[in-house]
């Protein structure tokens, strides 16, 4: 196993330099021997029929969010008309670009904190060639910002609990953004404030799909009672465990 790994890296780093073992391709063994993650060191991933570009360090995609953003994409695309969207807490831009690229009838607002992550974004929606026309990119605080009514809101916000800071992976410690992982001592503050206000932000119908950790099911079920949600529906990503509410 451990040597298919190795023989993977391998023909992945020759891909990025065409076979040819210049200075940076050394480097790149460097990094990868200091225990940064591969996707920054490939510097890109495949997410849903998309190139997603990790040059400026974004979030790396999740499978996870691979998964549910997949099953999104097919409800969305049955809608049969023009569909309003929003993806908040953006990151790389992988949630709104692969719903772009794959249900035609979408219409994408991106909303990001972190003003390196708007190029990100930018590059990706180019490098997957996204017709300007079919999105609005918005910097700032989301919870602040979102303002219209949509379809979907699609958020993979931060939700990582600062006490439970010990059980995240080193390397997403030392090498992924900050700002894209902890959410206050239980992961639940931006959570709390999407449930507070996405439902003044729905067109009729409208539906959020939000992903969380698999221990705050239960919180978040609360919330939805306290909140006076009608209707929603907890599922497991592909690993078996809680990953997303659709409601
Ligand atoms: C968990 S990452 C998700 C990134 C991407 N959607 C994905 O699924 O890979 C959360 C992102 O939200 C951004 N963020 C954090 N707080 C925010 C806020 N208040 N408003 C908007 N974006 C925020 C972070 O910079 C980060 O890029």
Do not use: H
Request: charged fraction near 30%.
């Amino acid at each position: 196993m451990r040597l298919k790994q190795e023989a993977d890296i391998r023909r992945l780093l020759q891909e990025k330099y065409n076979g040819r073992r210049t200075p940076e391709f050394n480097k790149d063994i460097i990094r990868l021997k200091k225990g940064e993650p591969l996707d920054y060191v490939i510097g890109w991933l495949p997410f849903l029929n998309c190139k997603i570009d990790l040059s400026l360090q974004p979030l790396i995609p999740r499978p996870e969010t691979e998964y549910w953003t997949e099953k999104a994409i097919a409800v969305i695309s049955a809608v049969g008309r023009r569909v309003k969207i929003a993806d908040i807490f953006s990151g790389s831009g992988c949630i709104g670009i692969a719903v772009l690229k794959n249900a035609k009838n979408s219409q994408v607002d991106f909303f990001e904190l972190d003003k390196k992550l708007i190029k990100q974004i930018k590059l990706n929606l180019q490098l997957n060639k996204i017709p300007v026309s079919r999105y609005r990119i918005i910097r700032g605080d989301a919870t602040k910002k979102l303002k219209n009514q949509y379809d979907f809101i699609l958020a993979n916000p931060p939700y990582l609990a600062t006490n439970r800071k010990a059980k995240v992976q080193a390397s997403v410690l030392k090498y992924e953004p900050r700002q894209a992982l902890f959410s206050g001592p239980d992961g639940l503050f931006y959570i709390k404030k999407i449930l507070q206000l996405a439902q003044s932000r729905f067109r009729p119908k409208g539906q959020l799909w939000l992903e969380f950790d698999s221990f705050q099911r239960k919180s978040i079920e609360d919330l939805l009672k306290k909140f006076k949600y009608q209707k929603w529906n907890f599922y497991q990503d592909q690993y078996r465990r809680w990953r997303y509410v659709q409601i």
